[in-house]
């Protein structure tokens, strides 16, 4: 039985196999790929330490950091389906049908982008198509581009854009932006942005790269173009909490709810960290640092137990 496994290899869940292993805490790592969201990234400029990565090498960085570590067991390529609590301990059961068993979580699974599902959305993930202003922003400098999603996040996203973008469409389904109204305010008064109210997102056109998002006017009905370099989605992010649903306090958008302090969830056993959880930024150095408290918290609650 381990002490402690650890689901997730973004950067919340290698920073926290690594200071477990530094911490002789008996450990296990499971995760489907190293990297997390990032790994879509074309370029990563935000990571502190490093001027510049592509969300590939971003992904092999951290799992050569983390597999240079002595003492902890690493299962790759494989995702975790259920986690039960037998009151002494965990059992964990995987897609490829292995079990394991431990007395404490650390929960670093992540989210995921709600995707638009229209054609040409997969297709271009990457190559126009971004998921993330904060990320990818600067890579568009001079490019018309379009953001899709009128909430905080989109507005966020317009806000990332406009030192770089020459033309910014904020494309919204309803007929009114329903993000913070200050950050409304600020937007509204640069004229590089348009906002298009009622647009229904059909396709995101390209050949090779993005060049187009086509989309139909709910009022009138009528279909029309945009000429764009860029699609940035923003219509929310979907945590991966359904595995410990019913175990530990999600709030309403499904995230894992925290104690800030120590990254302890509502379960004195299961803690979490990064995009998961309720943390109000969600960010590779702020998941990173997060990871690292929430071990170190565990490290005390073993000492506490009379290790």
Known sequence: MYELIIIGGGPAGVAAGIYAARKK????????????????SAD???WIGTKSISGFEFGRTLESHLRAQEGIDIIEGDRVL????????????????????????FIASGSKRRKLGVPGENKFNGKGVVYCSICDAPL????????????????????DLIPYASKIYLLESTGKLRGDKTMQEKISSDPKIEVILGADILEILGETIVNGIRY???TSGAEKNLQVGGVFVEIGLVP?????????????????EI????????????????DVTDVLYKQNNISVGDAVKAIL??????GAQGK
């Open 44 to 46: 990563i400029q935000n």
């Open 140 to 159: 568009f400098k001079g490019k018309n581009v379009a953001v899709v999603g009128g909430g905080n996040s989109g507005l966020e996203a317009v806000r």
């Open 25 to 40: 805490i008996k450990t296990a790592l499971i995760t489907d790929v190293f990297g997390g969201q990032s790994l879509v």
């Open 297 to 302: 918290n565990i490290y005390d609650s073993i």
């Open 82 to 105: 259920k986690v039960e609590d037998k009151l002494s301990h965990f059992t964990i059961e995987t897609e490829h049908g292995k079990n394991f068993e431990s007395k404490m979580l």
């Open 216 to 218: 139909k006017e709910l």
């Open 240 to 256: 991966n909490s359904d595995i410990v649903n019913g175990l530990v306090m999600l709030n309403n958008l499904g995230s894992i």
């Open 259 to 274: 104690d800030h302090k120590t990254q302890r969830t509502s379960h004195e056993r299961i803690w979490a960290a990064g």
